[in-house]
Antibody, heavy 123, light 106 residues
Framework: QVTLTESGPALLKPRQTLTLTCNFS??????????VNWVRQPPGKALEWLAL???????YYNTSLRTRLTISRDTSKNQVVLTMTDMDPVDTATYYC???????????????WGQGALVTVSS | SYELTQPPSVSVSPGQTARITCSGE??????TAWYQQKPGQSPLLVIY???KRPSGIPERFSGSTSGNTATLTIAGTQALDEADYYC?????????FGGGTKLTVL
């Protein structure tokens, strides 16, 4: 079955760079219509989409966070990596890796989610 | 920037019908998905592309859209349906989530 697993540091200091890795299985990121996304959720708050990389290698970013984010993939390893620069305590959140089906733009939806990785930013 | 607005909370008695709304400009021209999230768990897709139900999701979950509002309807609500619910769509190459609705079954 499809699984996604996030890994990365649990604690960062302000102004450091976050690097998160998503390892997935049971699907290929070269399959038309599929993408792997990052979504975060601050404690007690709503979900916020960060970025995606799709089957063709194209990248989409949250407009308000675009300058701080980079997403990449290694299709041979079934791996997607997100970097987020200049971390701040307000970036403390659970970061989820999620597969999007249904294409991108109009009809895309998240059909599988990882268990999430809590990242705390504190000096 | 585009926004999706949900009521912060909805309460329903067991066995009754719960309706959770999600409002956004011209939402009927987009496609909406809904997610259920229980405490300490990852979100779970319950409705996609406005009205479609993934396999394994009970038939009591349904979705609809009219005008600027998408609605998640839970018929015969059960205690295990108590959770946070989020709507989601796309706008200008961004994925947008609503602020979430806490459904209380009491």
């Amino acid at each position: 079955q499809v699984t996604l697993t996030e890994s990365g540091p649990a604690l960062l200091k302000p102004r450091q760079t976050l690097t998160l890795t998503c390892n997935f299985s049971a699907f290929s990121l070269t399959t038309f219509g599929l993408s792997v996304n990052w979504v975060r959720q601050p404690p007690g708050k709503a979900l916020e989409w960060l970025a995606l990389i799709h089957w063709g290698g194209g990248e989409y970013y949250n407009t308000s966070l675009r300058t701080r984010l980079t997403i990449s993939r290694d299709t041979s390893k079934n791996q997607v990596v997100l970097t987020m620069t200049d971390m701040d305590p307000v970036d403390t959140a659970t970061y989820y890796c999620a597969r999007m089906g249904g294409g991108i733009r109009l009809g895309g939806f998240f059909d599988y989610w990882g268990q999430g990785a809590l990242v705390t930013v504190s000096s | 920037s585009y926004e999706l607005t949900q009521p912060p909370s909805v309460s329903v008695s067991p066995g009754q019908t719960a309706r959770i709304t999600c409002s956004g400009e011209k939402l009927d021209k987009k496609l909406t998905a809904w997610y259920q999230q229980k405490p300490g768990q990852s979100p779970l897709l319950v409705i996609y592309q406005d009205t479609k139900r993934p396999s394994g999701i009970p038939e009591r979950f349904s979705g609809s859209t009219s005008g600027n509002t998408a609605t998640l309807t839970i018929a015969g609500t059960q205690a295990l349906d108590e959770a946070d619910y989020y709507c989601q769509t796309w706008d200008s190459d961004n994925v947008i989530f609503g602020g979430g609705t806490k459904l209380t079954v009491l």
